[in-house]
């Protein structure tokens, strides 16, 4: 569920003497000017795979505490498994345990994701299935040297991402993982999001799946089209155009604005016409399977 997150402290002078404090941390690094010996920001160190980092003016906290809860269970720094609801708890309260003022905090980063098992490579979906969202195309489709497909929608306060969490891995099984980050506080202050601790709250996790499942219904993914020898050459023909970025961005013109809500009816009409969507009703059942499963465990 949660991932990576941010956490600024309000009070710099309170961080910043805990950190220093050799009892709390073994090991912290700085910059030091070589000519005058002089010790100079920023203060840098590490709570597993968290970092810590002070500068002259902040404080902050940041990477992601799903890995954090896989190394304080003598696991690899990653972020293929499943996250409980009782691990996340058990996460942030050693966090809390740590660190001193934690409450004190502001969330100012957040990802949420959740990761699907499928019965075909993950890969498959996102290259062929998966074509926009909002009806506009991704911002950066990338393939990380071999290790899987990876799309990303970018959005004024979010970014939306699809990728192939089990080729990131080398694992043998087929997992997908869909995931929102949210750029900035305001984006989740409206889901009763403030604080590390809110994110204990079954609330307001439900909040941030829905606005997840939300965003997820945004996205065209649509079973093959030309593969399917039961469509009509005009329903084709008509969904070609459909699945076209460049066809929705000429319908964004304002002389076109009218038409476009209509063509959009159309669209979804066909996709069911022609049984289409059956790749996203898997997705979009599993998305809520596996979040009630982590929610409640």
Same mark, same amino acid.
């Given at each position: ?34 000519? %005058? ?14 970092? &810590? ?10 990477? %992601? ?71 506009? &195309?991704?911002?950066?489709?990338? +393939? ?6 990876? /799309? ?9 991402? @699809? ?11 087929? &997992? @997908?993982? @869909? ?15 403030? /604080? ?5 709250? /079954?609330?307001?996790?439900?909040? *941030? ?21 039961? &469509?009509?050459?005009?329903?084709? %023909? ?23 809500? /209509?063509?959009?009816?159309?669209? +979804? ?7 289409? *969507? ?20």
């Amino acid at each position: 569920m949660i991932d990576f997150v941010r956490l600024n402290f309000k009070d710099k002078d309170r961080i910043e003497p805990f950190v220093c404090n050799k009892d709390n941390f073994e090991e912290l690094l700085t910059v030091l000017e070589c000519h %005058s010996g002089e010790i100079r920001y920023p203060f840098t160190t590490n709570i597993g795979n968290m970092e &810590i980092r002070i500068n002259d003016k902040y404080a902050y906290v940041k990477n %992601s505490i799903h890995k954090l809860n896989n190394q304080l269970n003598g696991k690899d720094a990653h972020n293929h498994n499943d996250f409980r609801y009782s691990e996340l708890c058990k996460t942030i309260d050693h966090l809390d345990n740590r660190l001193t003022d934690l409450k004190n905090t502001r969330l100012t980063q957040l990802e949420f994701g959740l990761n699907i098992k499928l019965p075909v490579p993950a890969e498959c979906i996102i290259r062929q299935n998966l074509i926009l969202h909002q009806l506009k &195309i991704h911002n950066h489709n990338e +393939q990380f040297g071999g290790k899987g497909e990876y /799309k990303q929608f970018n959005h004024y306060n979010y970014y939306f991402k @699809i990728y192939d969490k089990a080729k990131q891995y080398g694992l043998e099984e087929h &997992i @997908i993982r @869909i995931e929102i980050k949210y750029k900035s506080n305001k984006s989740f202050h409206p889901m009763g999001v403030f /604080k590390l601790h809110d994110l204990k709250s /079954k609330k307001c996790l439900l909040n *941030l799946f829905n606005d997840l499942l939300k965003r997820f219904d945004e996205l065209t993914i649509v079973d093959s089209v030309m593969a399917d020898t039961k &469509i009509t050459k005009k329903d084709k %023909s008509q969904l070609e155009s459909y699945l076209s970025y460049n066809y929705w961005e000429t319908l964004s013109e304002r002389e076109n604005r009218n038409r476009k809500s /209509k063509e959009k009816l159309e669209f +979804q009409r066909l996709l069911v016409k022609n049984d289409l *969507l059956k790749t996203k009703t898997f997705l979009r059942a599993s998305l809520i399977q596996k979040f009630n499963e982590l929610l409640n465990s």
